[in-house]
C-alpha cells in the first residue's frame, strides 16, 4: 500500500471527491493526507480527514498565504488546531522566493511560527521550499538547535545542499511528480542519495501531474507513477518501496496509527 503524503483534497469539488479517494484506494493508495494553506482551509482539511477513516490531515499556513487572514498566526492558535485525532502534522508552511506571493519578512514570521508550533505539539512540520535554499536550512538549524523538532521538505525540488542540512538534523524528504519529469535527472540523483529511511512519496494534487499524465489534473491515485520511478531510483520493487515509503511515514508522522 502506498500513502500520498502530501495532497489538497479542498481543491476537488464535494461531488468530485468521492471518485478521486475511489480511484486511489483502486490503484492500491490506502491513504492520504490533505494539507492546509490557510487557517480556513486547514478546518476543511480537519473536516475531510474527520469524514473519511483513511484520510489524514495538516493543519498550517502556505507561504504564499503568509500574514492573510488578519496577520501571522500565533504558533499556540496553529497548535490549536491539532488537537483533532485525525491531524498529524503542522503544514504546509516554508518560504517561497520563486512566486514571492508575501513579503519575505512576512513569509519568515510565518514559517517561524509553524516551526514553534511543531516544537510545541511534537508533530512534524510539511514544508514547502521553492527558491529559498540557505534560508530554509538557516531557519530549520537555529531552530533544531534550541529543541529539536521532526519535519520533511515536501515536493522536494531544491538543491543538494538543502536536502543534506536537512538530513543531518533529522529532516525526511518527500517525492512528488518533478521525480517523473525527463528533465530531473538532478533530481533523481538527489534522491538515489537520501537514506532508504527518509523517503516518502506524494502527489501534491491537483499540482504536478506525474509522467504519463502530464498537463491533467494531478490526484493521489498518481502517486503510484512517482513510486514507480523512486523505485528504479532506488534499485527496489514497487511493493518494497510501497513498505519502504510508509513505513517512513508512520516514524514521521506517529499520529497516524
Ligand atoms: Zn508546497
Ligand atoms: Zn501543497
Redesign the pocket.
Known sequence: MLIDS?CHLDYFTETERPAVLARAAAAGVGEMVT?GTSLAQSQQAVAMAAAAANVWACVGV?PHNAGGEGGVPAAETIAALTVHPKVIGIG?S?L?YFYDKAPRDVQAANFAAHIRAAQLTDLPLAI?A?DADEDIASMLEAAYAERPFSFLL??FSSGRGLAERALAIGGYVSFSGILTFPKSDDLRAIARDVPADRVLVET?SPYLAPVPLRGKRNEPANTVHTARVLAGVLGLSEPALADLTSQNFRRLFTKAA
Open positions: 502530501h494539507i502556505h504546509e516554508g517561497d514547502h521553492r515536501h515536493c501534491d
